[in-house]
């Protein structure tokens, strides 16, 4: 059943008061997390919406009154310099559901070259599944990165971490208001550093798995890490190919999605963050290393010769 019909079941037994709200969730297996983001974070979110889209559909007819001639880029830096900050897709939309037209038809975009190698080359793909077929890698040779949305007071945020396979570390990460490629190339860059300075010499050859999302496909992505001199793996199946990375997320949101909320700016957001991602570094013990922590793995892995004490985490 899907999370918004087990929500919509909460509601229910909740309003006949068949249970109290504790044992509702746990039996229909719903997050608390998730339950109040949908009570008081997405309600909030809804209603600033549709105000700045009502205040929006008005500057549309002033400005294509006034300039006609505009495309939909024109209309966005126009809109922002009125105090609406919206891209390029939502102004489309507004477009249509006002019933205006622009004069200037949208160009079709290009389709991606990238996208269409990466389907033909099919299971050579993705590296990660040859290379963990081969037997057992080492630490810092193979990673993963992915985004993820955390809701927190004001709204949601993307969450970028990079994480080592063999200690399950992550190396490090970044929050940002879309999953860009800019944001991906910044975390990479940390995650590069910080794995230079745990291996003592400069990491070429790292297997890096992703998803086929717009930012690991972009030519800014793509040609850095080639450059570098890394190999690229891309999942296949979604999130189902990319199953490290999914189980650290299921844990990392579920075990502190009720502190992400409570954060009342992306600053604030950022700080629980980085506290939670040095305890799971340091201190929670993960059942798959053996009941190591990952920092203790890390350090294990590379003979104790960590630098820093485990101070690997990056934001």
């Known amino acids: 059943?899907?999370?918004?019909?087990?929500?919509?079941?909460?509601?229910?037994?909740?309003d006949q008061g068949l249970a109290p709200?504790?044992?509702?969730?746990?039996?229909?297996?719903?997050?608390?997390?998730?339950?109040?983001?949908?009570?008081?974070?997405?309600?909030?979110?809804?209603?600033?919406?549709?105000?700045?889209?009502?205040?929006?559909?008005?500057?549309?007819?002033?400005?294509?009154?006034?300039?006609?001639?505009?495309?939909?880029?024109?209309?966005?830096?126009?809109?922002?310099?009125?105090?609406?900050?919206?891209n390029g897709k939502r102004v489309l939309r507004l477009l249509r559901a006002s019933d205006l037209a622009l004069s200037r038809a949208v160009k079709p975009r290009k389709p991606n070259p990238l996208v269409e190698i990466v389907r033909r080359a099919g299971p050579r793909a993705d590296l990660r599944a040859l290379v963990l077929r081969k037997g057992e890698v080492g630490p810092l040779e193979l990673v993963y990165l992915d985004f993820t949305l955390i809701p927190y007071a004001e709204g949601l945020a993307w969450f970028l971490p990079v994480l080592d396979h063999r200690t399950r570390m992550v190396l490090a990460w970044g929050l940002g208001p879309s999953p860009s490629a800019e944001l991906a190339l910044e975390v990479w860059g940390r995650a590069r550093e910080a794995m230079r300075r745990l291996g003592g010499r400069e990491p070429v050859g790292v297997v890096v798995h992703q998803d086929q999302g717009g930012a690991f496909l972009s030519h800014e992505w793509v040609g850095r890490l080639l450059r570098e001199g890394q190999r690229l793996s891309y999942s296949?199946?979604?999130?189902?190919?990319?199953?490290?990375?999914?189980?650290?997320?299921?844990?990392?949101?579920?075990?502190?999605?009720?502190l992400f909320v409570e954060a009342r700016a992306l600053e604030e957001l950022k700080g629980v963050i980085e506290e939670r991602l040095r305890y799971y570094g340091e201190r929670r013990l993960h059942s798959g290393l053996g009941y190591l922590t990952p920092g203790e793995a890390l350090r294990q892995a590379l003979g104790g010769l960590t630098p820093g004490g485990g101070k690997s985490v990056q934001s």
């Open 236 to 258: 296949l199946r979604g999130a189902k190919g990319n199953p490290v990375v999914e189980s650290f997320f299921s844990r990392f949101k579920g075990e502190n999605g009720d």
């Open 21 to 86: 709200l504790p044992m509702v969730l746990k039996a229909l297996e719903i997050p608390r997390s998730s339950w109040y983001y949908h009570q008081k974070v997405k309600p909030r979110v809804k209603e600033r919406r549709k105000e700045e889209e009502e205040k929006a559909k008005a500057l549309l007819h002033q400005i294509l009154l006034e300039h006609p001639g505009y495309g939909y880029r024109r209309i966005v830096v126009e809109l922002r310099g009125k105090g609406v900050r919206m």
């Open 1 to 14: 059943m899907a999370l918004v019909q087990r929500l919509a079941l909460a509601r229910q037994a909740l």
